[in-house]
């Protein structure tokens, strides 16, 4: 793990929460359509919040610092 960067870590959850708000709905039917939209809510909200992390190593550990507040 001597080659991990997490700034391009974090980069690339920034990159699929945009890419996540940008892509289209398929053509879906009532519940098929409810089902994707939510889970497309939570795969953004999910990678938002991890692109947004604040990082540190404490311990031998990599900590992600996620900011809640608006």
Known sequence: MSDFNVD???ARFRERAEAVRERGIP????????AYVAQMETDFTDYSLVGAAEWAVEDGALVLRIPLGG
Do not use: V
Request: charged share 45%.
């Open 8 to 10: 391009e870590f974090l």
């Open 27 to 34: 053509p879906l039917e009532a519940d098929a359509r409810r």
